[in-house]
C-alpha cells in the first residue's frame, strides 16, 4: 500500500490550496480516508477524515468551514480543499487511511490509521 500526497506549497493567508493523496491501494472503496497535520515541535493532529463511501465527513475544530474532504474513489484519490488558510495552518500535511466496515464511526486518533503517506508541506505567510 501506498499513499503519495502532493500539492503543497507557499500561500499568502487568505489564499487556497488544493491538496491530492493518490492511493495504490486495492479496494480502495473500503478505506476511510483521513487528513493530519503536524507542525514543528507540535503533535500530529487531525485534520479531517471521509468515509469509505464518501457519505459520511468530519473536520477538526480548527479547520471547520474553511476546509472541505472529497474523495474519487473510480481514481482512488482523496483531495483537501483548503480555503481561507491563516499562519497556523502552516504543517506538513499527511493523508492516511484507515481500514474498517462501513458502519463504524470516523476515527481521529493517528493510532486507528493503518497506513500513511509520506506528507507534503503548507506553508502559509501572514
Known amino acids: 500500500v501506498q499513499l503519495q500526497a502532493s500539492g503543497g506549497g507557499l500561500v499568502q493567508a487568505g489564499g487556497s490550496l488544493r491538496l491530492s493523496c493518490a492511493a495504490s491501494i486495492k479496494s480502495f472503496d473500503v478505506y476511510f480516508m483521513g487528513w493530519f497535520r503536524q507542525a514543528p515541535g507540535k503533535e500530529r493532529e487531525f485534520v479531517a477524515a471521509?468515509?469509505?463511501?464518501?457519505?459520511?465527513?468530519l473536520y477538526g475544530d480548527s479547520v471547520k468551514g474553511r476546509f472541505t474532504i472529497s474523495r474519487d474513489n473510480a481514481k482512488n484519490r482523496v483531495y483537501l480543499q483548503m480555503n481561507t488558510l491563516k499562519p497556523q495552518d502552516t504543517a506538513v500535511y499527511y493523508c492516511?487511511?484507515?481500514?474498517?466496515?462501513?458502519?463504524?464511526?470516523?476515527?481521529?486518533?493517528?493510532?486507528?490509521?493503518?497506513?500513511w503517506g509520506q506528507g507534503t508541506l503548507v506553508t502559509v505567510s501572514s
Open positions: 492516511a487511511a484507515d481500514l474498517k466496515p462501513p458502519s463504524v464511526k470516523i476515527a481521529t486518533a493517528p493510532s486507528e490509521y493503518d497506513y
Open positions: 471521509i468515509s469509505s463511501k464518501g457519505d459520511r465527513k
